[in-house]
């Protein structure tokens, strides 16, 4: 089945830095590729995702790049602000949302 | 954009009483709703897969008799915990997809304590 790797665990920023988050799958099968953020106490929320027939996507100051042939893909936050504190998950699956497998997740913090 | 309703949102209860936990999707119908385990500074884990109508498939470790799933509706999916002990306190998340192909919706979690 697919495995999901992250890394860092943890990152700490300064504010108006740049962060960076990588994760690694394991099936060649999947071509879904969201990123979910994790407030507190509270459900996660879709923050920007990816599919296998893209490189890059961008939005404001979030995005995403995928390599498929080393099957990786990373979140790129630009100009970081207190309220990007959180914890940030990647997440692998096929078409059908089978085999949709989380990684460990990643602790942003953003120094004022 | 696609919301989903969680509620409770935080449950304390004694060992031995049964919990019930609603997922609601509020501005489309899902067909397929997810549950989810989430212990303190882990990942999400999933629990089962609810399909409307028919019967949860559910991962491999997941007790079916203690973790009850229900999806009367295409709004609607409840994960009931049967007589909840103390192990059984952890947060729970369900999220839910319009149709196949499309990203899931969380909703905000259920913080359960079981004393």
């Known amino acids: 089945g697919e495995n999901v790797e992250q890394h860092p665990s943890t990152l700490s920023v300064q504010e108006g830095d740049s962060a960076v988050i990588k994760c690694t799958y394991s099936d060649s099968a999947s071509n879904y590729f969201p990123w979910y953020k994790q407030e507190l106490g509270k459900g996660s929320q879709l923050i920007i995702d990816?599919?296998?027939?893209?490189g890059e996507k961008k939005d404001q100051r979030i995005a995403v790049t995928l390599n498929k042939t080393a099957k990786h893909f990373s979140l790129h936050i630009t100009e970081t602000q207190p309220e990007d504190s959180a914890v940030y998950f990647c997440?692998?699956?096929?078409?059908?949302?089978?085999?949709?497998?989380f990684g460990p997740g990643t602790r942003l913090s953003v120094l004022p | 954009g696609a919301v989903v309703s969680q509620h409770p949102s935080r449950v304390i209860c004694k060992s031995g009483t049964s919990v019930k936990i609603e997922c609601r999707s509020l501005?489309?119908?899902?067909?397929?709703m997810f549950w989810y385990r989430q212990f303190p500074k882990k990942s999400l884990m999933l629990m089962a897969t609810?399909?409307?109508?028919?019967?949860?498939?559910?991962e491999q470790g997941v007790e079916k008799d203690k973790f009850l799933i229900n999806h009367a509706s295409l709004t609607l999916s409840t994960l009931t915990v049967t007589s909840a002990h103390p192990e059984d306190s952890s947060f729970y998340i369900c999220?839910?997809?319009?149709?196949?192909?499309?990203?899931?919706?969380f909703g905000d979690g259920t913080r359960l304590s079981i004393l």
């Open positions: 999220s839910a997809i319009l149709e196949a192909n499309q990203p899931q919706h």
């Open positions: 501005d489309f119908q899902a067909t397929t």
């Open positions: 609810s399909n409307e109508g028919s019967k949860a498939t559910y």
């Open positions: 990816i599919r296998s027939n893209v």
């Open positions: 997440a692998a699956s096929g078409n059908y949302g089978q085999n949709f497998v």
